[in-house]
Structures are given as structure tokens and as C-alpha cells.
């Protein structure tokens, strides 16, 4: 049974970098065809994909946050990372990690962190 655990500050000043890690276990993040994905959630809207990081080390992130965001991974540890610069508090949110099952659904998810930008 693969489980995603989240893990980072709930609280970040704007013009920081928010950085949270999702620790895989019960599955490597290396596994063949798998990737695995940040999404986020803001209160009252519905779920934003950031972007993903594929078994090969390849990243694909969303337009829309492409230019602030970098997912990287720590294979020795199976975690993989989130880091979004500047933020502002448009990006408070629950924030998940989760494993792709195709484009646009994940099979196993993190429990979501809640992230508040905020002086």
C-alpha cells in the first residue's frame, strides 16, 4: 500500500519561498512509469495542479506556475519537493502531494498541508 505523507511550515511570510516535502512510502518514486504530483487547493475553489515529477527525474509544471515553482526529489530519502518562491497570500491553500494514475487523476494522496501566507 503506497502512503504519501506532506510535511512543511504552515506558515510562510510573503516574498519567502513555501517549500514542503511528501516522504512515498510502500513505493519508490523511481518506479517505473509512475509520476508524482503537487496540487494545491484554495479555500472555497476548487483543486489547481502545480506540476509533477516523473520516475526519470523529469518535471512538468502548469502554466500558471511554471515561472515560481521547482519540484525536485531526494531519491535516497524516496521524497519528493515543492518549492514555490515569492509567495504571496493568493498562495495559501491545502497543499497535496499524490501519485499519478493518468493526466488528470492520482490513485494515492497525502493527508494535505495547509499553508497560510500571511505577515
Known amino acids: 500500500q503506497v502512503q504519501l505523507q506532506g510535511s512543511g511550515p504552515g506558515l510562510v511570510k510573503p516574498s519567502q519561498t513555501l517549500s514542503l516535502t511528501c516522504t512515498v512510502s510502500?513505493?519508490?518514486?523511481?518506479?517505473?512509469?509512475?509520476?508524482w504530483s503537487w496540487i494545491r487547493q484554495p479555500s472555497g475553489k476548487g483543486p489547481e495542479w502545480i506540476g509533477h515529477?516523473?520516475?526519470?527525474?523529469?518535471?512538468v509544471y502548469s502554466p500558471s506556475f511554471r515561472s515560481r515553482t521547482s519540484i525536485s526529489r531526494d531519491t535516497s530519502k524516496n521524497q519528493f519537493t515543492l518549492q514555490l518562491s515569492s509567495a504571496t497570500p493568493e498562495n495559501t491553500a491545502v497543499y497535496y502531494c499524490?501519485?499519478?494514475?493518468?493526466?488528470?487523476?492520482?490513485?494515492?494522496w497525502g493527508q494535505g498541508t495547509q499553508v497560510t501566507v500571511s505577515s
Open positions: 510502500g513505493g519508490s518514486i523511481t518506479t517505473n512509469y509512475y509520476c
Open positions: 499524490a501519485r499519478d494514475l493518468d493526466s488528470t487523476t492520482w490513485d494515492y
Open positions: 515529477i516523473c520516475y526519470d527525474g523529469r518535471t
